[in-house]
Every structure is written in structure tokens, then in C-alpha cells.
């Protein structure tokens, strides 16, 4: 079973600056079978990016991925208030198919 | 447009068993995997399983084994995920998502990318 961890647990930032989120991975997992999800307060979680880093439709492109192997990297250029929310990584590399703890980022 | 309707919220004894639907519209329901996603107050998201609907193929997480069956009616794309034996710990937001892949070569590129609104289950005595 492969396991996410991700860090920080919260990051604090102020508007217009770069949120830098990690992902590691208990085993190497190949890179098309990593995605990271934004879920908002109250609502279902949104798909940002798939095969590590390839955006979902209607993703601005301030939203970046990066990484192979067991490491991961989230990096939000231009923090607005919106992007307030719990970022989540997700495997596909083999049932389980489980998420990491999320990481809080507060603008 | 693409998007899947879920059940209402639910109110259930400890021992029960739950059912909750997911009505998919906008796309052919047959041709996507179908996850679900469960998430306690506070807390993180937690894989339960998956099924295709076209197969009947599926898996379930080993903590849930025993206890959760997830099928489907295609006739009326809808998918469902039946729980049995409710305990207090399985209070939570359920999810349901379609599981998108993409690329044409071998391995693909996967992400869960149309979501439910989610169903408020509450077990309680």
C-alpha cells in the first residue's frame, strides 16, 4: 500500500506570494499517476492537476506541478484569497488508491 | 452538462445499513470508473472503493471490506454504495467522482474530475 504525506500541515501566506506544497510517497510512483486536488470550505473537492502536472480544464496556469519518483511538488504562483482551501495529492499507482493528509493554505 | 446528483442526507442507528445513490447525466455513464470518497468532519479525504459500471469490476478499501458494496444501474446511470453495520466512526460526507483518464499510450493519466455534491450521513443512536 503506498502512502501520501504531505507538508506542510498549514502554510500561512499573504496575497501575491508562492505557495510551495509537498507531496512524498512511501514507494516510487509513476508520474502519470499523481494528481492534487483544491477543496474550498463546504464544498466537494476539485480536480487541479493529473500526471503530476498536467491541469484540469479551467485551472488557471498559476497552479504548477511538478516532481517524480516519491516527490511531488504543488507551487501557486500569485496567492489570491480565493485559493484559501485543503490541497490534496492522490495516487492511481495501485489499489489503494489513497490521498494524503492535505495540507491547509490560508492567504 | 457533466455531473452527478446524490441522495439526501441520512440518519441512521448504529448496526443499520445505508444506502446512497449517484445519478450521473451529461456523459455516458458506462464509460467511467466510479470512486467514492468519504470525509469525517475536520478531517481528510478517505478512498472507499471503486467500480466500472460496464463490468461490474471493482475494489474496496480493506478497512471497509465486509461491510460496503458499490454497484450500478446503468439503465438509469446511476451508482450506488451500500454500507452495512453503520458505527458512530462512519459519520461522514460521502462522495461519489468519475475517475477520468487521459493519454492514449500506456500508463495513462488519472484524476477524479467530476465530483458529486457529496451526502450527509449521520449515525446515531
Known amino acids: 500500500e503506498i502512502v501520501l504525506t504531505q507538508s506542510p500541515d498549514t502554510l500561512s501566506l499573504s496575497p501575491g506570494e508562492r505557495a510551495t506544497l509537498s507531496c512524498r510517497a512511501s514507494?516510487?510512483?509513476?508520474?502519470?499517476?499523481l494528481a492534487w486536488y483544491q477543496q474550498r470550505p463546504g464544498q466537494a473537492p476539485r480536480l487541479l492537476l493529473y500526471g503530476a502536472s498536467n491541469r484540469a480544464p479551467g485551472i488557471p496556469d498559476r497552479f504548477i506541478g511538478s516532481g517524480s519518483g516519491t516527490d511531488f511538488t504543488l507551487t501557486i504562483t500569485g496567492l489570491e484569497p480565493e485559493d484559501s482551501a485543503v490541497f490534496y495529492c492522490q495516487h492511481f499507482g495501485g489499489a489503494p488508491y489513497n490521498f494524503g493528509q492535505g495540507t491547509r493554505l490560508e492567504i | 452538462q457533466v455531473q452527478l446528483v446524490q441522495s439526501g442526507t441520512e440518519v441512521m442507528q448504529p448496526g443499520a445499513s445505508l444506502r446512497v445513490s449517484c445519478q450521473a447525466s451529461?456523459?455516458?455513464?458506462?464509460?467511467?470508473?466510479i470512486h467514492w470518497v468519504r470525509q469525517a468532519s475536520g478531517q481528510g479525504l478517505e478512498w472507499m472503493g471503486w467500480?466500472?459500471?460496464?463490468?461490474?469490476?471493482?475494489g474496496y478499501a480493506k478497512t471497509l471490506q465486509g461491510r460496503v458494496t458499490m454497484s450500478s444501474n446503468a439503465s438509469i446511470s446511476t451508482a450506488y454504495m451500500e454500507l452495512s453495520s453503520l458505527k458512530s466512526d462512519d459519520t461522514a460526507m460521502y462522495y461519489c467522482a468519475r475517475l477520468s483518464a487521459w493519454g492514449i499510450r500506456y500508463p495513462r493519466a488519472y484524476g477524479m474530475d467530476v465530483w458529486g455534491q457529496g451526502t450527509t450521513v449521520i449515525v446515531s443512536s
Open positions: 514507494q516510487s510512483i509513476t508520474t502519470t499517476y
Open positions: 451529461g456523459y455516458t455513464f458506462s464509460t467511467y470508473d
Open positions: 467500480m466500472n459500471p460496464d463490468t461490474g469490476r471493482g
